[in-house]
């Protein structure tokens, strides 16, 4: 703003030493031309400095290398509307059935892939050891208790999370993580169960030693929700980021009540994580259930052709997957029974069903 000033008060000064002395006209237009040169040269050499990918993304310049490196990977998401600044809510545009492709997603080789300088920094790390054994595997009744009943805001549910950066993001530094997965939270106005997920989830993920970022996505406007079209929004844009190893697609009120459910990645086919829910006396109402909390890799959820976008409402998208699955020549996997794969759900004023 300075330097435009500046050439505006020479234009000025020429078009008045002009109309007196014509003479000296030709010296001031050559003075005007090496000011607008190197005006022009100071922009390129900033626009050229090295931390203008972290500016755009509006990502803060730091001299920390690892900082620099997990924002350059991971630009922090628009949280303008959000209320929780550790979390990001993609409060995308409306996707149409037709809109929401995966087609849209590159091929595997095309995936952005895990910044190089992170894999060096642990490069002499031992790979971590994740899943607990069985004599440290149930989370204790208290912490359920409170996990489920004791409210809890978005600055309370940051304070005991202060280490997780910007983003919902977390990995370990005292060893080379297994697995890196994407949690993928479907959301449309549960501002009371969203914190209670976070304070439970983030030391849940955390034992297991798992390099992760949680996203929720939220549906735009204020019209019927639509589960799958949700998942596939945010599979798109999450699989623009990251080459994430796997994806869970998570209920935002259905927390896990043992440690030994594995959050890491395989390559066995798609596994339904949440088989016992308290709900429903902790069974598996029938077999093709995989609502809840369902864990694809990448190359699966592409398989499919990811969720249904014809579902509005609540239930029916999930079973349509399962389906989706069967045709794919997969099997959903269920690796532990329900006395160990259990769940809880926060209490919450529930939806009407599917329409299609």
Known sequence: MIAVAVLLILLLLYQRRRETDPKVSGKISWLIGLAILIYVSIQLLYISRPHR???????????????????????????????????????????????????????????????????RQIKELQICRGQPDSRAA?????????????????????????????????????????????????????????????????????????????????????????????????????SKLLAFDCFILHDVDMLPEDNRIWYGCHDDGPEHLSVGVNEFQYRLLYDELVGGALK??????????????????????DDDMAVRIKEAGMTVQRKLSSRVARYSMIKHKKRGRTKK
């Open 296 to 317: 694809m890799n990448r190359q699966d959820y592409k398989k499919v052709n990811g969720y249904s976008n014809l579902y509005w409402g609540w239930g029916a998208e």
């Open 138 to 238: 149930r989370i204790p009744e208290e912490v359920m208790n409170n996990s489920l009943t004791k409210k809890v805001t978005f600055d309370e549910a940051e304070k005991l999370n202060q280490h997780i950066l910007p983003g919902g993001w977390w990995r370990p530094d005292d060893c080379q993580p297994q697995s890196t997965v994407a949690i993928l939270i479907p959301f449309r106005d549960r501002w009371k169960q969203l914190p209670m997920f976070l304070r439970h989830m983030h030391p849940f993920l955390q034992r297991q030693k798992l390099q992760y970022r949680i996203f929720v996505v939220e549906q735009y406007g204020m019209g019927i929700f639509n589960k799958g079209k949700i998942f596939n929004a945010g599979f798109i844009e999450i």
């Open 53 to 119: 990918n972290l500016r755009l993304s509006g990502a803060t310049p730091t001299t920390n290398d690892d900082d620099r490196d997990m924002e350059d990977i991971l630009p922090v998401g628009d949280t303008s509307n959000n209320k929780d600044t550790h979390h990001t809510v993609d409060k995308s545009q409306e996707y149409g059935a037709s809109e929401v492709s995966l087609s849209d997603i590159a091929d595997d080789n095309e995936t952005r892939p895990v910044d190089l300088s992170l894999e």
